[in-house]
């Protein structure tokens, strides 16, 4: 089968030098040690969680289901949950698992997916299930292959198709499945999650840096768990540990490097910016970030123009324009701005 999730405990052990498997679970990925198992572990999403309950009470009646929203919301773990909750001891025998964004082409769909939906000797379970990852990164020609599939083995098999973007899942694929829309998990409903976990792991967690996990992550709990991990391997949970962990430390400079820009200061601009992208490690996503951040802190009259450079530059970056090149010429744009 295709299950990707699941790994044979006692290969495994080989792997990493025969240390015993509950060693690996204490000291593991926390992201999957703290894995809901169950739906009802699921965090916040409570609505979704309750009309899903609903409608596995009675498998047969499930249609096929489609999750969207932003990254680290909990579609996945959903997925993987209803799998387990509906097929039970089988649940890694009659689920695939496959992820998309890696196989986007038609040959997947042909291959893979409707090989496993075949018809071929199910033991006591109602349907197969298809776990189909980041759809929204398939090809066209692929969304209408799965789209026949998903007609032709609807008797034995249903899917749950899972995507960051939902417009750009073709309108036959949306319109045969019941539509799920995550939202970002809430700050409160994050830190205490994050709390639990700290309690866990016997880690000092304070409220402040909590409340930075929380502002980085930006409601994705996936990276706010690997983040918190991070910290904690190099002592508490403090907002300095936090920062230093993930490379905010020089936040605050980015301010001035927005100051000089605005006041003509062009070459010293671009030589604070390259400091906290070669020295500091900061990137250029997240030094736009905080740009636009501190924009907002400065008040300026002419804030408009200033967010609107910044967006044009952004979208430059990330189709694959020269960063360097590219912020050098985002910190003169803002030096005319002034004049």
Not at 167 to 181: E, G, H, L, N
Not at 289 to 304: D, M, Q, R
Not at 310 to 337: F, M, T
């Amino acid at each position: 089968h295709y299950f990707v999730r699941s790994i044979d405990p006692i290969n495994f052990d080989l792997l990493v030098g025969n240390r015993p498997v509950d060693h690996m679970l204490t000291t593991g990925m926390w992201v999957e040690k703290y894995r809901p198992s169950k739906l009802s572990e699921i965090v916040n999403q409570t609505e979704i969680i309750g009309s899903l309950e609903a409608l596995i009470k009675d498998p047969t009646d499930m249609p096929h289901l489609m999750f969207s929203g932003s990254a680290g919301v909990g579609k996945t773990t959903t997925a993987l949950c209803i799998a387990r909750q509906i097929l039970g001891e089988y649940s890694k025998d009659y689920t695939l698992e496959l992820n998309a964004s890696d196989e986007r082409g038609i040959g997947m769909v042909r291959e893979k997916v409707k090989k496993f939906s075949r018809y071929a000797g199910m033991v006591d379970v109602p349907f197969k299930i298809i776990i189909l990852d980041e759809a929204d990164e398939m090809t066209s020609d692929a969304q209408t292959a799965l789209r026949r599939i998903i007609e032709d083995t609807a008797k034995y098999c249903r899917f749950i198709i899972i995507a960051n973007n939902i417009s750009k899942i073709i309108a036959p694929i949306q319109s045969r499945c019941a539509t799920f829309k995550f939202t970002a998990i809430p700050e409160e409903d994050m830190i205490n999650h994050l709390e639990n976990i700290a309690k866990k792991e016997k880690v000092k967690a304070d409220k402040k840096g909590l409340k930075a996990i929380y502002d980085y992550s930006e409601g994705d709990l996936r990276h706010a768990i690997n983040l918190m991990q991070a910290t904690a391997s190099i002592g508490e949970i403090s907002e300095d540990n936090v920062k230093a962990s993930a490379g905010l430390t020089k936040t605050s400079d980015v301010d001035d490097v927005l100051k000089m820009a605005l006041s003509g200061k062009i070459i010293d601009a671009r030589e604070k910016m390259i400091e906290l992208i070669k020295v500091y490690g900061m990137s250029e996503s997240d030094f736009l970030k905080y740009l636009n951040s501190a924009v907002f802190k400065t008040k300026h009259e002419k804030i408009s123009d200033i967010v609107e450079v910044i967006a044009k530059y952004d979208y430059r970056i990330l189709v694959g324009a020269n960063p360097e090149i590219q912020l050098s010429a985002l910190l003169a744009e803002l030096g005319k701005l002034e004049k």
